[in-house]
């Protein structure tokens, strides 16, 4: 780790965040806290000069948590609006503590819309980096944001399809995929 001094910028505190390709990069306190494990390292280094080590997140991988985090630093509970939801849902799931209620059984399209549809709108490779890096800093809405985005690449296609998508090796033999398909028949193909 760099030693590296406490930064303040007015009322609001920086953190330095070392990245897994060693890049150190400033961060506001108030954007940042909303990663638990971040939360909890500031919390247990005190007034530490030290950057906080963050080795299974690239530089490229902070800077679009960041960019997400810096967007909700002022909002209290994260909430993701899908495409299909009419307004009334919406007021009313921000009311249940179960906001992911219409989206588990409801069975609808995964649109994901607003500011949070075109943040999410990267290439697969790059979602995968970000659920995994989102995960490693404990960031539940990016966590479940992601998760998300890459259900709607699965929705509605077929094994071969997400095979595919997901460049997903088939190591079945026919004979083990027939045995599969017959055991789960409830599961459409």
């Known amino acids: 780790m760099n030693s590296i001094q406490n930064y303040e910028t007015g009322k609001d505190r920086l953190v330095l965040l070392e990245t897994s390709d060693g890049k150190i990069v400033e961060v506001p306190v108030k954007t940042?806290?909303?990663?638990?494990?971040?939360?909890?390292?500031?919390?247990?280094?005190g007034d530490s000069?030290?950057?906080?080590?963050l080795p299974n997140v690239t530089f490229e991988m902070l800077t679009l948590i960041v960019t997400y985090l810096?967007?909700?630093?002022?909002?209290?509970?994260?909430?993701?609006?899908?495409?299909?939801?009419?307004?009334?849902?919406?007021?009313?799931e921000e009311e249940e503590d179960d906001d992911n209620k219409d989206f588990e059984e409801k069975g609808k399209r995964i649109k994901i819309?607003?500011?949070?549809?075109?943040?999410?709108?990267?290439?697969?490779p790059k979602l995968f980096e970000l659920i995994l890096a989102s995960n490693y800093m404990e960031i539940p809405?990016?966590?479940?944001?992601?998760?998300?985005?890459?259900?709607?690449?699965?929705?509605?296609?077929?094994?071969?399809?997400?095979?595919?998508?997901?460049?997903?090796?088939?190591?079945?033999?026919?004979?083990?995929?027939?045995a599969l398909r017959k055991e789960n028949d409830f599961i459409k193909a």
């Open 32 to 45: 940042i806290e909303k990663s638990l494990l971040v939360k909890g390292l500031i919390e247990d280094l």
């Open 49 to 53: 000069t030290e950057a906080i080590s």
């Open 70 to 92: 810096d967007h909700y630093k002022d909002v209290e509970k994260i909430i993701i609006k899908e495409d299909d939801e009419e307004e009334e849902e919406e007021e009313e």
């Open 113 to 124: 819309r607003g500011w949070d549809g075109e943040f999410i709108n990267i290439e697969l």
């Open 141 to 178: 809405p990016l966590v479940d944001l992601t998760a998300r985005k890459i259900a709607s690449h699965i929705e509605g296609k077929s094994v071969e399809q997400i095979r595919t998508t997901f460049n997903i090796e088939n190591d079945f033999t026919p004979e083990e995929e027939e």
